[in-house]
């Protein structure tokens, strides 16, 4: 079955440092992964998908992941992290095994960046 | 281009109760998707809806249905509400014609409580 974790409920990193959220997959074929920021009282906000080729993906605002089949792993990472992205961050895999269509989401992972 | 909508943004209900919330997609989008989101299970996936036909359905009681329109636009349904219903109801859609590898866009939610 198709599974995401992500296994800190909470980061804290200080402004203009760098911040990792971590995620870790577990799926049957090619994994189609993705990451979205939630902010309070708002939808889910896409920053950046994995589906095929370069293992490190570039999103939305700054934002980046690397994918790492080894460890079944899809780390999202930025270079210097601002107040403005505390927030609450979601690492999701695409469950195609079923046939249809349908997103798995991690537990998510609450951003706290301190000025 | 305008994003996913969702109408209402609150709704208060008492137990027992029916509501139907709606969501429209962003235009050119076919497939609609709706998702629970508490604080106690995170996001789960309800159900999908593609070309008016529902094509994938998560693990939630019969109480929850959902219906597409010709035009993309989709409604969710809940009878016979619970307290345990009180949630971040949320709508994304996507092409639908690229597979499994589109992006979701997700709207801004329907916040539901049962009282």
């Known amino acids: 079955a198709q599974s995401v974790a992500q296994p800190e409920d909470q980061v804290n990193v200080a402004e203009g440092n760098p911040l990792t959220v971590k995620c870790t997959y577990s799926v049957s074929g090619n994994p189609y992964l993705f990451w979205y920021v939630q902010y309070p009282n708002r939808g889910l906000q896409f920053l950046l998908k994995?589906?095929?080729?370069?293992?490190l993906v570039k999103g939305s605002y700054g934002f980046e992941a690397e994918f790492n089949k080894s460890q079944t792993s899809f780390h999202l990472k930025k270079p210097s992290a601002l107040v403005s992205d505390s927030a609450l961050y979601f690492c999701a895999v695409r469950d195609i095994s079923t046939g249809g269509f349908k997103t798995i989401f991690g537990a998510g992972t609450r951003l706290f960046v301190k000025a | 281009k305008a994003g996913v909508t969702q109408t209402p943004r609150y709704l208060i209900k008492t137990r027992g109760q029916q509501v139907t919330l709606s969501c429209s997609p962003i235009?050119?989008?076919?497939?609609v998707s709706w998702y629970q989101q508490t604080p106690g299970q995170g996001l789960q996936f309800l159900f999908e809806?593609?070309?008016?036909?529902?094509?994938n359905k998560g693990n939630f009681p019969g109480r929850f249905s959902g219906r597409q329109f010709s035009n993309s636009r989709s409604e969710m349904n809940v009878s016979t509400l619970e307290l345990g219903d009180s949630a971040l109801y949320l709508c994304a859609s996507r092409v639908g014609l690229a597979g499994d590898t589109d992006t979701q866009y997700f709207g801004p939610g329907t916040r539901l409580t049962v009282l």
């Open positions: 809806y593609f070309s008016e036909t529902q094509r």
């Open positions: 994995y589906i095929t080729g370069d293992n």
């Open positions: 235009s050119g989008h076919r497939s």
